[in-house]
């Protein structure tokens, strides 16, 4: 006998639903469900009828709860990242207000997003979450069939089903970029992109959108880059031979721009007099005195506790999954950027 609704249209039963069907409490209908003992066997007949009634389906999650809790949030973080690294500070820092524990496992060349992922769910994690995956959004919907699953720091597109996201906005990230630059007088100004690493396709429209709104769109030159020093650094050899050279250089993230600054420095081509740099991310690598790199700022404390919020909220009965929260980026000045060099500051539209 097919089931019959009784919530409304669209909206997945409850246990607060199945228990105005039963005529109970909410926290005897969790007792029943957990399969805990504190249920008559008449009430828990009745229970389990009224849930077959409105079609309630208990959460693959649940399982959790019929076993000890771990109380452990596992997080994945690229060991190569000096962002990632100011991420898990303050996902410590968050998950110790929450009451919970924080399990780590590192992504590195030797070793793939799967293994570390596995890792965390042999340490019996409740909730995973994963800082700048590259996983197909299809793998991260599978996992979060069986656990929460928070997203940091990538857009997902497509959506990929019950998995939260939260993030930065990167497309106005690189516009705030190019627009301080422009301030200063640049015009020829490159970016050098981050291939398919996650926020890349955003920092790269973003800054075409901002040249084009200053009327550069054809000064406009992406080059190939991405994550680390090495791509900074081939980028910056192909810049110094570029004529006309950029007065001005955006990188994907900030160790692109440190093995950018590293290349003008070996090839005497003084920052930022010459040429101006900004990175990305403002990760403690920026905040170097000896590199004091102007870049665009990510909020990693509110970013960390955005993520913490979403894992805890659906380990303690949140129905809600899917969310997406981006928060605004903020440009942080440094020693990096300055106005073009005499004789190549021309006036900009804007």
């Given amino acids: 006998m097919p089931a019959t609704p009784a919530v409304p249209d669209g909206k997945r039963p409850t246990l607060a639903d199945v228990a105005a069907r039963a005529g109970v409490s909410t926290a005897l209908v969790s007792i029943v469900m957990r399969e805990a003992k504190g249920a008559g066997a008449a009430t828990r007949e009745r229970v389990l009828e009224a849930a077959r009634e409105i079609g309630y389906r208990p959460d693959s999650r649940a399982r959790l709860l019929r076993s000890s809790r771990s109380r452990l949030l596992g997080v994945q973080f690229g060991l190569q990242h000096p962002f990632h690294t ?62 929460p699953v928070v997203s940091v720091v990538r857009r997902l597109r497509p959506p990929a089903a019950g998995v939260d996201v939260v993030r930065t906005a990167d497309d106005e990230g690189a516009r705030q970029a190019v627009d301080h630059l422009v301030a200063l007088g640049h015009r020829d100004i490159a970016h050098v992109d981050g291939g398919k690493a996650p926020g890349a396709a955003d920092r790269r429209r973003g800054y075409r959108t901002a040249m084009n709104r200053h009327g550069l769109a054809d ?44 290349t003008f420095l070996r090839a005497r081509v003084p920052v930022p007099d010459e040429i101006s740099v900004v990175g990305f991310d403002n ?34 009965g949140e129905e809600r999954s899917g969310t997406e929260t981006v928060i605004a980026p903020h440009l942080v000045t440094r020693g990096t950027t300055a106005a073009p060099p005499d004789g190549v500051r021309p006036d900009v539209r804007g």
């Fill in 86 to 147: 100011d991420l898990v500070e303050g996902i410590y820092a968050a998950a110790e207000s929450a009451g919970y524990q924080v399990a780590l496992s590192a992504v590195a060349p030797s070793r793939s997003e799967r293994q570390a992922v596995e890792t965390l769910l042999g340490d019996r994690c409740e909730a995973l979450i994963l800082l700048g995956p590259q996983a197909p959004a299809a793998r991260l919907a599978e996992l979060s069939a069986h656990l």
């Fill in 283 to 316: 990760s403690h690598l920026a905040r170097l005195a000896h590199i004091d790199l102007t870049t665009v700022g990510q909020d990693a404390s509110r970013l960390a506790e955005l993520a913490v919020g979403r894992a805890v909220a659906r380990l303690e």
């Fill in 219 to 262: 000064r406009a030159r992406v080059l190939p880059g991405g994550l680390t020093e090495e791509d900074g650094a081939t980028a910056a050899r192909v810049l110094l031979d570029a004529r006309p050279r950029p007065t001005a250089v955006l990188a994907f993230n900030d160790r692109c721009a440190t093995g950018v600054l590293d």
